[in-house]
């Protein structure tokens, strides 16, 4: 039976409605079990000692203070780890020319960043082992750090890893058409500087490992906050010299995630080592300020970016050369070298041009390493093109929505290639930018705008198009040789009572994982969502996954469950068809129930099949198939991306005495493809619009030129609070991907790609009349002054 999910009054139906969450009550309760509410028994604490500096030798390490803390059992230096764990290289094949070092769970010889773990120290207790590791005595011998994006290639500048050659770690440049053609025959080009500031991801939940070693079975046991339990797996198994079979990585409740919680971490790793070397359950919780220096960073980038355009507005060329710095290693395995890639990828997206070129240069630095964070190169590329969109439709006096509606590709367009050789299969960024302007109320709001600036109100409207990709093939890592798995299972079964278990290998971080899986399976099934019980995160149980990264969930993981639970519809009702001495065909399971499925008559309860096919199969048929359990997988193969794509909309108001900008209102239009739960999709949409609020004007990670952290702490890392938050309004339209049956492609960072360019662009729309304009975020009230010229440098 082929389902059509448009049809409203289909029979069960679950996909596309708003479904409580199953895990809700639980949460609200305080009754999530996250890797810190764990413990086992015997276990011991692990703490780091950490470089204080950025770069430096590691000479002597006098441990004789920390092994008299009362309660310290071990303390462990690199090169003791070294002996039973393997260095991690991240690089990727597909990524040319990518280079990075070797790196150990403790650094062996050199520290490289401020916060690299150098010692681990074991304790019965957290509060004795990190006693001792605060009394750890290191000699270091300072080097000279490198701290400078724009400098790192210099020929004067020290070279961080000199086996590398230089401190390149890895340069794209793609170009198609002429670019130098159009820009000598272009009405206007408009060029601009942008820069976006260091990001870190403030979890509720830090990162938290807890490893269990069992010597007399050769089990590892790992219960981590991970967003890729497969994935690590792999990693543990292999760099510990473990067959995979014999290493179990369990992800229970995990507080958030964004990107930050799917990377290898050295104290991770440390933490597993320990564990075996020790032969006893080893945790790891890393505190908040430990995390501002060891969670990833992401986002560092300065970009010099032109655009070319014709009298008409049309778009003739987009020139970018982005640089951007990203620690002192490619962090493994997905590699940091995938947040420029995807500036080359994104930039120019929504618009249909002919000429561009992009080159992205990634270099070395002593800071905190970068990889991929919510939206990973979404928000850069979106403020590129957005913000230059704008800026010539200033230059040329059009409205900043008419450039746009002559530049988009044509909603019956696709399927088409983009200048980047990014494949959209189809996307809708007419039919969103017009539902968009009804929701806004845009004519009304030019007007308030004037009647403000008559009264001495700066106002702005800012607008921001963009694309995302989301359900990556094996094109995004398979081809590279990094074992990421891009398919994603799920295992349906019936018990006796006529319950439904699903076990999935996409993970639960907070986002709703479970609801969404349940309405799925529910439908697919036949049954209601309340008798639905999901159960991820456990590679001994689950299939075989991806796990949750890239907005792959719904799309991938919703795809192979709907698939498995049709199975196991089959299944049902091929034995309720002998059961019954009807033709399984005209049979239908509705709300639990074996029904006909012309008038919807109830024939059997699924508890009575479940009775007959567990406890008296004797009465079936011999030959009668009765496994009432299915595994299906699914994976992309025809793109190598579902892009979805949007537009938002931001009204704000600054101040041009203080610089201060107050956020009025936000919209976002956004097509996911299928939407299966729209409330659970609309505060996906809105908790990534505050993450990307939270880049435009509060969040940025400062060091000094010695490579020191400034402020790593909540008291001065600014990240959005509730007050400063404006209403925003959520709309969809929806174009369901042909590659499923399902049609859902990805939510989870649309948001946070384009709320950066609208609340710049509505920034500089409100500055106009002044001449001013703002390109580097986060849009402090300083960086405002100084373009108003009421702050000299």
Same mark, same amino acid.
């Given at each position: ?314 778009? *003739?060329?987009? $020139?970018?050369? =982005?640089?951007?710095?990203? +620690?002192? &290693? ?5 590699? %940091?070298? !995938? /947040? ?104 009304? *709001?030019?007007? $308030?705008?004037? =009647?403000?600036?008559?009264? +001495?109100? &700066? ?5 921001? %198009?963009? !694309? /995302? ?325």
């Amino acid at each position: 039976m082929t389902i059509q999910f448009n049809d409203p009054d289909r029979p069960n139906s679950y996909i596309g409605k708003t479904v409580p969450r199953p895990n809700a009550t639980k949460l609200v309760q305080g009754r999530g079990r996250y890797v810190d509410d764990i413990a086992l028994p015997r276990m011991l604490h692990v703490a780091f000692a950490r470089s204080p500096v950025a770069h430096a030798k590691i000479g002597e390490i006098d441990l004789d203070e920390a092994k008299a803390v009362k309660g310290v059992l071990r303390v462990f230096t690199g090169k003791d780890l070294a002996e039973v764990c393997t260095p991690w290289v991240a690089v990727l094949a597909h990524l040319k020319g990518l280079k990075s070092p070797p790196e150990h769970p403790l650094a062996v010889d050199r520290a490289c960043w401020v916060g690299e773990p150098v010692v681990a120290v074991v304790a019965t207790t957290r509060a004795a082992a990190e006693e001792a590791a605060s009394l750890v005595m290191v000699d270091y011998e300072d080097l000279p750090a490198v701290t400078d994006t724009m400098t790192a290639l210099d020929k004067d500048t020290p070279v961080i890893h000199p086996e590398l050659g230089d401190n390149l770690a890895f340069r794209r440049l793609h170009e198609e058409g002429d670019v130098e053609g159009a820009m000598a025959q272009a009405h206007k080009v408009v060029s601009a500087r942008f820069r976006t500031a260091r990001h870190t991801g403030v979890t509720l939940e830090p990162r938290s490992i807890l490893v269990d070693w069992n010597p007399a079975e050769g089990q590892m046991t790992a219960y981590h906050a991970t967003q890729a339990p497969h994935m690590m797996q792999t990693v543990f198994a292999k760099h510990l010299d473990i067959p995979e079979s014999r290493v179990r990585v369990i992800c229970g409740d995990v507080g958030g995630s964004y990107g930050i919680k799917v990377h290898v971490y050295p104290d991770e790793v440390a933490t597993a080592a320990i564990a075996k070397m020790m032969g006893r359950p080893i945790k790891f919780i890393a505190d908040r300020l430990e995390s501002y220096s060891t969670d990833i960073h992401a986002r560092d980038h300065e970009i010099e970016a032109k655009i070319a355009v014709d009298k008409d507005g049309k778009i *003739l060329a987009i $020139d970018v050369d =982005d640089w951007t710095g990203i +620690g002192p &290693y490619s962090v493994y395995p997905r590699t %940091s070298a !995938i /947040e420029g890639n995807q500036v080359v990828n994104l930039c120019g997206g929504p618009y249909d041009f002919a000429n561009y070129r992009a080159q992205t240069t990634v270099v070395f630095q002593n800071k905190t390493p970068t990889c991929q964070y919510r939206a990973v190169g979404h928000p850069i590329a979106v403020a590129i093109t957005e913000g230059l969109v704008d800026m010539a439709a200033a230059e040329l006096g059009m409205d900043p929505v008419e450039i746009r509606r002559r530049n988009m590709y044509a909603d019956d367009a696709y399927p088409v290639t983009s200048p980047a050789k990014m494949r959209f299969e189809g996307l809708s960024h007419h039919a969103s930018m017009d539902k968009l302007i009804g929701m806004m109320d845009y004519d009304a *709001l030019r007007a $308030d705008q004037e =009647d403000a600036r008559k009264r +001495g109100k &700066y106002r702005g409207i800012g607008i921001a %198009s963009f !694309i /995302e990709l989301t359900n990556p093939s094996p094109f995004m890592y398979g081809i590279g040789g990094a074992r990421i798995s891009a398919q994603d299972g799920c295992t349906v079964r019936m018990d006796p009572d006529g319950s439904v278990v699903a076990l999935s290998g996409v993970t639960e971080q907070g986002q709703g994982t479970e609801a969404m899986l349940s309405q799925i399976v529910a439908e697919g099934v036949g049954v209601n969502p309340s008798q639905v019980r999901i159960v991820t995160g456990d590679t001994q149980v689950t299939p075989y996954g991806g796990g949750t990264w890239a907005s792959r969930g719904a799309g991938i993981g919703g795809e192979a469950a709907l698939q498995a639970a049709r199975a196991l519809r089959d299944s049902i009702l091929e034995v309720a068809g002998a059961m019954l001495q009807a033709d399984a065909s005209t049979l239908d399971i509705r709300s639990g129930q074996v029904v006909d499925g012309d008038s919807g008559e109830e024939r059997m309860p699924l508890e009575e099949l479940g009775r007959i096919v567990y406890f008296r199969g004797d009465t079936l048929p011999k030959d009668l198939p009765r496994e009432l359990v299915q595994t299906r997988h699914f994976i992309t193969m025809e793109y190598p991306f579902a892009f979805t794509n949007g537009v938002q909309a931001s009204y704000l108001e600054v101040d041009t005495d203080t610089g201060v900008v107050t956020l009025l209102n936000h919209w976002c239009v956004e097509d996911c493809g299928r939407v299966i739960n729209p409330q659970l999709v609309d505060e996906q949409i809105r908790g990534g619009i505050v993450q990307g609020l939270g880049g435009a004007l509060y969040e940025e990670i400062h060091y000094d030129a010695y490579g020191q952290l400034l402020n790593g702490s909540m008291a001065d890392y600014l990240v959005p609070m509730a007050a400063e938050m404006p209403d925003m309004q959520i709309g969809h339209v929806e174009t369901p991907t042909g590659e499923s049956e399902l049609g859902a492609k990805g939510a989870g960072e649309a948001g946070t790609a384009g709320a950066p360019a609208a609340v710049m662009n509505a920034i500089n729309d409100a500055l106009r009349p002044l001449g001013a304009q703002v390109t580097e975020m986060p849009f402090t009230p300083e960086r405002i002054l100084r373009a108003l010229g009421k702050i000299e440098d």
